[in-house]
């Protein structure tokens, strides 16, 4: 079995940082994605960037000049970096690793972080 484990959420003011990190444990080969997704309260979940395994990163708009996503492959672990924070990234964090293999013949299944929170006040 595959588990993602977020960590790195936390309370920071208005203008601060903080740094996300997703492990993906279990027997793993590949992942083709990962991504990040955050869903305020009463809101829909809503992809903030994902990341390719070749380094390919893609960030919605809100977050551009701000965040940065990486992954460290041979660690099966994804970043996000936040800079420059606003209330309105308040927010439950969660990671998303996509087709991942679990051998060469496999085929790919998707998984979830249960989520970090992330609050950032005025």
């Known amino acids: 079995q595959v588990q993602l484990v977020e960590s790195g959420g936390g309370l920071v003011q208005a203008g601060g940082s903080l740094r996300l990190s997703c492990a993906a444990s279990?027997?793993?080969?590949?992942?083709?994605?990962m991504a990040w997704y955050r869903q305020a309260p009463g809101k829909q979940r809503d992809l903030v960037a994902h990341i390719t395994s070749g380094g390919f990163t893609n960030y919605t708009d809100s977050v551009k000049g701000r965040f940065t996503i990486s992954r460290d492959n041979a660690k099966n672990t994804a970043y996000l970096q936040m800079n420059s924070l606003k209330p309105e990234d308040t927010a439950v964090y969660f990671c998303?690793?996509?087709?991942?293999?679990?051998?060469?013949?496999?085929?790919?299944?998707?998984?979830w972080g249960k989520g970090t929170l992330v609050t950032v006040s005025s």
């Open positions: 998303n690793a996509v087709r991942v293999r679990r051998s060469k013949w496999s085929t790919g299944m998707d998984y």
């Open positions: 279990g027997t793993i080969f590949s992942i083709d994605y």
